[in-house]
């Protein structure tokens, strides 16, 4: 890695050139380029998952560190290519006034005619298709589960805030729940009439597999919280008795379904460069998980609703 200090946009794509020519790949053979927000305290982590992401998506990876917005603007840089990455890499941190214009130095280092895809690892902007470098990207991937507070608060915000092109890990984590869960009612097709899910008291991962099957099945879902870790059952009741899926060792899950006999199922749960490599896989809209935070949000709205009606029928009553 090529240490770069007060530089700006010219001097990393100038550096970026160079390490592919040392490297001796002149030409690119990168698919996207990838915008990593990110904390300087998780910034060797988040990138490291990147890399290990990039092997599927070859990419041009920026982490992007944003310091004190105090003073005049400041830019430096680490670039390089090779040492286990399948594309370029440039981790570039802002203090200063350009804190507040981080896009001014990202724009002109995106690879052209390619895709774009901004990652936020930790705590992810209210908005993050208004956020400046979140309106570079066509794909924008936040992580409630990485929120250093609040996840539960942090996911609703994202669903009230979804647009095309937004999506979060929380939501990818459930994948081999919701095939599994699918394929069930595929090969026997039972009418579901509740079901239930348990999990760890803080997932939003869950909070969004409940809302996806009340989406789905049209039918109330109750949440449990258990030890973990992450989700360790869901059950569909249907009148032929309970399709269940419990998983209490985060690997192995035991498929029980009316009439037939229990069998093991491998459901491990995923490290964060198998969810980002899944999440890149496809950059136009997933319409399933749309439809989930808007149903998570109807929900969110409807209960604060009701708050809202007890606590002034208490105060009228009181008076």
Excluded at 9 to 27: D, Q, T, Y
Excluded at 235 to 246: F, L, N, Q, S
Aim: with cysteine; aromatic share 4%; net charge neutral.
């Amino acid at each position: 890695m090529i240490e770069l200090t007060d530089t700006d946009s010219a001097g990393i794509a100038a550096e970026l050139v160079r390490a592919r020519i040392r490297a001796g790949s002149p030409a690119m053979g990168m698919v996207m380029t990838l915008i990593i927000v990110v904390d300087e305290d998780e910034a060797e982590e988040a990138m490291h998952v990147a890399r290990q992401a990039a092997h599927e998506h070859p990419a041009r990876v920026l982490g992007v560190i944003l310091g004190d917005g105090r003073g005049a603007g400041v830019v430096n840089a680490q670039v390089g290519t090779g040492s286990g990455w399948s594309g370029e890499t440039a981790l570039i941190r802002l203090k200063g006034e350009v804190v507040k214009h981080p896009e001014s130095v990202v724009l002109p280092l995106l690879l052209p005619d390619s895709p774009v895809a901004v990652w936020w690892p930790n705590d992810p902007p209210a908005d993050p298709a208004a956020d400046p470098l979140g309106r570079l990207g066509q794909r924008r991937i936040t992580d409630a589960a990485g929120a250093t507070r609040a996840r539960s608060t942090v996911l609703q915000t994202q669903c009230a805030r979804y647009v095309r092109g937004n999506t979060d890990l929380a939501w990818t984590r459930i994948t081999p729940w919701r095939a599994l869960l699918a394929a069930a009612l595929d090969q026997q097709h039972l009418k579901v009439t509740a079901a239930s899910v348990e999990a760890e008291r803080v997932s939003p991962s869950a909070d969004l597999l409940v809302a996806w099957l009340a989406d789905r099945l049209g039918v109330e879902v109750s949440r449990r919280s258990s030890g973990g870790p992450g989700i360790t059952e869901v059950v569909m009741e249907t009148a032929e008795g309970p399709i269940r899926i419990t998983r209490s060792d985060g690997r192995l899950a035991t498929f029980s379904s009316p009439d037939r006999p229990d069998r093991p199922i491998a459901l491990k749960r995923r490290e964060l460069p198998a969810l980002l490599a899944e999440e890149l896989r496809r950059l136009d809209e997933d319409d399933v998980y749309a439809a989930t935070a808007r149903y998570l949000t109807r929900q969110a709205d409807t209960k604060t609703t009701k708050t809202a009606r007890k606590t002034a029928s208490r105060k009228k009553a009181r008076r």
